[in-house]
Nanobody
């Protein structure tokens, strides 16, 4: 089992920045990939960014590329999402998730943290 807890959400003006954190506990040594996802009201959940647990191979959705940075700190068992140049359309509940094996599904999810970007 892996437990994930997100933090760092809040209200920010357009053009501002936020850093989300996702603290992992439990069988963290078995994590293969960590991902960030988001879901806006009335919309489907969408992928934002992923990274291997060892910090390799960051990958971003086109909508956030060049603005968001995903990173890991294995000593703290934490994955971060640095969000810069935020836009109102980035408003959503952000979730982190853990994938335990290559090509597998995301087996564990956090409870989510709200990010609201005002115009």
């Amino acid at each position: 089992q892996v437990q994930l807890v997100e933090s760092g959400g809040g209200l920010v003006q357009a053009g501002g920045s936020l850093r989300l954190s996702c603290a992992a506990s439990g069988r963290t040594f078995s994590i293969y990939v960590m991902g960030w996802f988001r879901q806006a009201p009335g919309k489907e959940r969408e992928h934002v960014a992923t990274i291997r647990w060892n910090g390799d191979m960051p990958y971003y959705a086109d909508s956030v590329k060049g603005r968001f940075i995903i990173s890991t700190d294995n000593e703290k068992n934490t994955v971060y999402l640095q969000m810069n140049s935020l836009k109102p359309e980035d408003t959503a509940v952000y979730y982190c998730a853990a994938q335990m094996r290559p090509y597998g599904s995301y087996d564990y999810w956090g409870q989510g943290t709200q990010v609201t970007v005002s115009a």
